[in-house]
């Protein structure tokens, strides 16, 4: 079946520092491959995707690269905000299967002053 | 634009009582879906639908039901709740393009307690 594996957070960092939130994923076909991040009290909204390997989806400073020789989708931002604190979602969605998300655990992110 | 509505926000019940959580779409969308939201868990599928009369089940289907009558409104029903339906329940939905996954917008959520 299909799963995706993030790193458990929470992660606490300084604000401008360097981010990185590891995402893997296993899949019986070839998935687009997605980041969704929830702001405290809000539902899920997308903040970048890639369909196809070796793309790069970016958004707001944050970017990650679609790897299929490692089946890794890694998050990374080169200087965070106290306003990116949120928890943030790696997913994915096969093709032709009704657009059906797989989630990891999601990866909570605390930025301090 | 509203986008996906749910109601309500917030809701308590009873073990053995019964309710419909309302979600609607105002972006002419073929494809919903109900998830839930554990701690630690992300997020799990329970139903989904591809058009108004079909409806499928996900990951999670057991203790819900769904209908889809028209593209706007997936209400999600519990018929005997349960202390393990306590969650976080997220509609979502998406545009059906053929090809490619397109992305899903999700409403803001529905904390439900069951005691």
């Known amino acids: 079946g299909n799963s995706v594996t993030q790193m458990e957070g929470p992660v606490t960092l300084s604000e401008e520092a360097f981010l990185t939130i590891n995402c893997t994923y296993t899949a019986t076909g070839y998935p687009s491959l997605f980041w969704y991040v929830q702001y405290p009290g809000e539902g899920l909204q997308l903040l970048l995707k890639a369909t196809k390997a070796d793309d790069k989806g970016s958004n707001k400073g944050f970017e990650a690269t679609y790897r299929k020789e490692t089946t890794s989708f890694h998050l990374e931002k080169g200087s965070v905000q106290v306003s990116d604190s949120a928890v943030y979602f790696c997913a994915l969605a096969l093709t032709g299967g009704g657009n059906k998300l797989t989630f990891g655990t999601g990866t909570q992110l605390k930025v301090e002053l | ?115």
């Open chain 2, 1 to 115: 634009n509203a986008g996906v509505t749910q109601t309500p926000k917030f809701r308590i019940l009873k073990i053995g009582q019964s309710m419909t959580l309302q979600c609607t779409q105002d972006m002419n969308h073929n494809y919903m879906y109900w998830y839930r939201q554990d701690p630690g868990m992300g997020l799990k599928l329970i139903y989904y639908s591809v058009g108004a009369g079909i409806t499928d089940k996900g990951e999670v289907p057991n203790g819900y039901n769904v209908s889809r009558s028209t593209t706007e409104d997936f209400p999600l029903r519990l018929e005997l709740a349960a202390p393990s339906q306590t969650s976080v329940y997220f509609c979502a939905s998406s545009s059906s393009s053929r090809g490619q996954v397109t992305e899903a917008f999700f409403g803001q959520g529905t904390r439900l307690t069951v005691v």
